[in-house]
């Protein structure tokens, strides 16, 4: 299994980024995908979920209505859009494998995770 992160860098607050994770080594279309954060000196925390088919999707409280996670399985690829990025969003940004085909929020239920792509908002 192969998860790699693609996409983060440097964007003002308020401004918007696009992270992508290219899945291989498993048949993505029929895993739920999740992306997490992990800021310095901070926990992993969940970011958002999508189910296997794209039809479910959830979102932690802090990110809800700003970012949006999509998912190509024609392309084994995974999205995160982020829009109205604020400084607190400054983080280590990881994607990884569900377990099963549910949107879930608890890192005890992903079992590989790519190596992160940094993400800093800031004037």
């Known amino acids: 299994v192969q998860l790699v992160e693609s996409g983060g860098g440097l964007a003002q607050p308020g401004g918007s980024l696009r992270l992508s994770c290219a899945a291989s080594?498993?048949?993505?279309?029929?895993?739920?995908m999740g992306w997490f954060r992990q800021a310095p000196g901070k926990e992993r925390e969940f970011v958002a979920a999508?189910?296997?088919?794209?039809?479910?999707?959830y979102y932690a409280d802090s990110v809800k209505g700003r970012f949006t996670m999509s998912r190509d399985n024609a392309k084994n690829t995974l999205y995160l859009q982020m829009n109205s990025l604020k400084p607190e969003d400054t983080a280590l940004y990881y994607c990884?494998?569900?377990?099963?085909?549910?949107?879930?929020?608890?890192?005890?239920?992903?079992?590989?995770w790519g190596q992160g792509t940094q993400v800093t908002v800031s004037s």
């Open positions: 999508i189910s296997w088919s794209g039809g479910s999707t």
């Open positions: 990884a494998k569900a377990k099963g085909l549910r949107a879930v929020a608890t890192i005890i239920e992903y079992d590989y």
């Open positions: 080594g498993f048949t993505f279309s029929m895993y739920a």
